[in-house]
C-alpha cells in the first residue's frame, strides 16, 4: 500500500461535510421542521455514506442527447454493476421504464432539461418534473444542471432556487450539476468555484463540478455543501480517471458522479469497482489500476 494523505490533513474532508450535514445542533425546535430536517437527513445519510464519501452513477444522459453509446438500453447497462454505485441519476422515463421499482438504491432524479442536442441553445433548460411526481417516484434527491457564464444564466440560477424551495419543503436534497459557458474552454478553478459556490449560496445540498488539474482544491474550500466530480467524455486509459478522482478527493471532493467513464468503458464492472475503491477505501491510482485489471481477468 502506498502512503495516503490523512484526512485531517484534506483542505476540506469528507468526514468535516458529513458532521456538518448531520451536525444535531442543527436541529429546529419546531415539530414539524424537526420532521422536516429528519427527512432531509435521512435522505442525505443514504446518498452519503458513514464515511462521507460517496459514488452516484448517472445514466441521464438520455435527456439531451437521446439513445447515447452504451446507453441505448439504460436497464440492461446497469444490471453488473447498480449494486457498486450508492445511488443512480435519472430521468423519471428512464426510472419508470427500465429499472425495477423494487430495486433497493436510492435514486437521484433529474429534474431539469426539455432542450437536445440539436436544438439551439443547451443551457435553456427548464424544470419538467413536478414535486407530486418526485415524491411519488420515492426520490432521495433530484439534480438539475445550472449554466452559468451563459445567456440563460438567470434562468438557470431562478429554476435552481424554485426548485430548492419546493423540494426543501418535503426535505428533498437538490443537486445542482454545474457547468460554466462552454465548459471545456472554462474548466479552470476560478469559474468551477464561481459556479459551486453561488449553487450552495442559491440552496443546493450538493454540488457536482468537473475536476481541474490546477487548483482544484480552491473549488472546494469555496463551496459549503459536498462536492462531488464528474467524469465528463470517456478518457484514453481507464488510469486516468483514477488519477482524477483519487487527486479530487485528496483536495477534498466527497465522491463522484461518474457515468461515461464507467459505463462507456472496454470492462464497466472492473471500472466501478476500482473507483469505488478509490472513493471508498482511498486505493492510490496504480492500486486501482491493479483492481481494475484483477476484475477484468476474473480473479477479484
Ligand atoms: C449529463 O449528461 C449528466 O448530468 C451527467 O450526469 C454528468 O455529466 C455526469 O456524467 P459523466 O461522468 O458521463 O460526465
Known sequence: MQHRMPLHDLPVSPLAHRERLFNPKTKSHHGEMINMEWGMKNRLSQLIQKDGKALFLPIDHGYFQGPTHCLEKPGETIKPIWQYADALMMTRGVLRNCIDPTIQKPIILRVSGAVTVVGEDLANESIVTSIQEI???????????VFVGTKYENKSLTNLAKLVDYCEEYG??????????????????????LVARVSAEIGARVVKTYY??????????????????AGGPKTETQL?????????????????????????????????????????????????????????????
Open 135 to 145: 415524491l411519488r417516484l420515492n426520490a432521495m434527491a433530484v439534480s438539475m444542471s
Open 212 to 229: 481541474c488539474k490546477e487548483k482544484f482544491e480552491k473549488v472546494i474550500e469555496g463551496c459549503p455543501v459536498p462536492v462531488v466530480i
Open 172 to 193: 428533498i436534497p437538490v443537486m445542482a450539476v454545474t457547468s460554466v459557458g462552454r465548459e471545456l474552454e472554462k474548466r479552470e478553478a476560478r469559474y468551477l468555484a
Open 240 to 300: 486516468e480517471v483514477f488519477e482524477f478522482v483519487y487527486d479530487g478527493m485528496q483536495k477534498g471532493a466527497i465522491g463522484v458522479n461518474l457515468g461515461r467513464n464507467i459505463w462507456q468503458t472496454e470492462n464497466p464492472l472492473a471500472s466501478i469497482r476500482a473507483i469505488r475503491a478509490v472513493v471508498h477505501e482511498g486505493y492510490t491510482p496504480k492500486e486501482a489500476q491493479d483492481l481494475f485489471e484483477k476484475v477484468k481477468a476474473g480473479k477479484a
